[in-house]
């Protein structure tokens, strides 16, 4: 466990937390207008390994050599000169800050953070944070890595997680839910029924492993809601032809995948992000990375279980009235992910995927994102 400490006075700032891998929708922007929840669970930080924030550069400003030095190798609108390793948590778990007033950003409906720290130690002034609850935006505190220091705190150990344990424990993250419009009731019941954020921003990224490893030639996946949320976009993506790359399903509580399979679907660890590792047999399959929340939906479906009006349902028997709510549109995975995630792939070098890459507003416009 951790407390975060002002790196001038050394005041505590937040209260103390344990890591856990940065979610994949850390940076996303969702919709317009909307209420995104907060990010990180009670009593967790993240730590974003790149720099994120102001002063940002145009890509037309990056030497090619500096972008493939940051592990960059197709264009991106901009790029980040701020400092790495930034520290994010739930609003919650801070302590002795103060909001500094003249620090909105380019808000719409709160704060963006936008234009770097907006937070400062209460104890002396020092700008600390950003806080970001902005409409569209997952509320976030993002500790600035060159104004806070970590610091080891007594209490009980957080033990590492199996395998086994981290998907026993895990919950899965379904692939709909409600969300809130800014307006609240004033503009109705407040929410809409939709594809989750979380799933948009997993399938994004792993929509750019499933195009790298595809070696231009058709990819099929599982049937049933793997192919709901990925088999259009490859489709769409990739040229038609015999002898397609078969993606499957591969994890913990799973068969181990067939030797025929070329692309394993892969939970990461909810704590250290890295990925399952398939057994020696499947080794040369390429492993693509879900969340471990969106995998074990895809791996263990729940069914739709709603709560009896009066009385109980016999053992065994489900009811299908009302129907489980879903999203009215197809299912589009996130583009800035997808981009964000390609262009940090040695592959996105290949000329067609960087046209893929150039022609992303227009997939974008055909409804694919």
């Known amino acids: 466990m951790f407390v975060f400490v002002c790196a001038g006075c050394g005041a505590e700032l937040t209260t103390a937390l344990f890591r856990v891998a940065l979610p994949v929708h850390a940076h996303q922007k969702y919709g ?8 990180m669970e009670p009593g967790t930080f993240a730590v974003d390994p790149e720099p994120w924030g102001p002063p940002w550069r145009r890509w037309e400003e990056v030497r090619p050599d500096e972008a493939a030095a940051r ?16 520290v994010v948590i739930a609003p919650g778990d801070a302590r002795n800050t103060l909001l500094i007033p003249e620090g909105r950003g380019g808000s719409c409906c709160g704060l963006d953070g936008a234009d770097g720290p907006n937070t400062a130690c209460a104890a002396c002034g020092r700008p600390v944070a950003s806080r970001v609850d902005d409409c569209s935006l997952w509320q976030t505190v993002w500790l600035a890595p060159d104004a806070v220091r970590r610091l080891p705190v007594d209490g009980e150990p957080v033990a590492p997680l199996s395998w086994t344990e981290a998907v026993a424990e895990g919950k899965g993250t379904p692939p709909f839910e409600p969300i809130a419009t800014w307006g609240g009731p004033r503009l109705g019941s407040g929410h809409f029924w939709s594809w989750s954020p979380q799933w948009e921003a997993a399938a994004g990224r792993a929509l750019a492993h499933l195009l790298a490893a595809s070696e231009r030639r058709p990819v099929t996946v599982p049937h049933g809601l793997a192919a709901e949320v990925f088999q259009r976009a490859l489709d769409a993506l990739l040229p038609a032809g015999p002898s397609p790359r078969r993606a499957v399903l591969a994890g913990p509580g799973l068969p181990a995948p067939d030797s025929g399979a070329d692309i394993l679907l892969v939970p990461t660890h909810p704590r250290t992000g890295e990925a399952w590792a398939p057994p020696a047999q499947a080794s040369h399959a390429y492993p693509v990375p879900l969340p471990v929340g969106v995998w074990r ?8 279980l709603p709560v009896p009006a009066s009385g109980g349902m016999p ?48 997939y974008v416009r055909a409804g694919l994102f």
């Open 32 to 39: 317009n207008g909307l209420q995104l929840p907060v990010l």
């Open 71 to 86: 592990g960059i190798h197709a264009p991106v609108p901009a790029l980040s000169d701020g400092a790495p390793g930034a």
């Open 297 to 304: 939906w895809l791996a263990f479906p729940e069914p739709h």
């Open 315 to 362: 053992d065994g028997v489900l009811r299908d009235d009302p129907p489980a709510p879903r999203a009215r549109y197809p299912f589009r995975a996130d583009a800035g992910v997808f981009r964000h995630t390609l262009a940090r792939l040695p592959a996105a070098r290949s000329p067609w995927l960087r046209e893929i890459l150039e022609n992303l507003t227009q």
